[in-house]
């Protein structure tokens, strides 16, 4: 087990990377088994709750957008936990996010939002692929329709 300066047993994360199916390739040099990509074919190989995840991820990218007020910007979904626990489902890596100019006009709120989306590694769905729908549905429930020019 990895270990924390504390001398704790560090809680081991699985990055939730690509919210779509792995590519065959030849196995990489380097892994590190507390930390490695999960794909969407995986995690149902795993029984993992798949729609369960592209839900939560959806939640917390409208929450991040319209709460915090802030772009997401290369965020990272990870799913962490060891045997004697439940995997908790965390978000991560917030160094690059920036904030939304609310007295900007919509037009570039809305194209900052979607640039972001697109320029983020793809951790959520995207339009067209399977659970896109869970996670839409989940960040439009999520969003404040009182949010004024972000709704």
């Given at each position: ?150 709704s």
């Open positions: 087990p990895v270990v924390c300066a504390t001398g704790k047993a560090a809680t081991p994360l699985v990055r939730l990377l690509e919210f779509a199916y792995a590519i065959i390739t030849p196995c990489c040099r380097f892994f590190n088994q507390n930390n490695f990509p999960l794909y969407t074919d995986r995690l149902q190989e795993l029984g993992l709750p798949v729609k369960e995840l592209a839900v939560g991820m959806g939640c917390m990218l409208s929450r991040i957008h319209h709460f915090a007020g802030t772009d997401g910007r290369d965020i990272e979904f990870v799913v962490g936990g060891s045997p004697k626990q439940q995997a908790s489902f965390w978000c991560i890596d917030f160094n690059q996010v920036q904030g939304i100019n609310l007295a900007a006009p919509l037009e570039e709120k809305v194209k900052q939002l979607v640039d972001s989306f697109y320029i983020n590694d793809p951790y959520y769905p995207r339009p067209d692929m399977d659970y896109w729908d869970d996670f839409k549905a989940a960040y439009l429930h999520e969003a404040p329709c009182s949010n004024p020019g972000l």
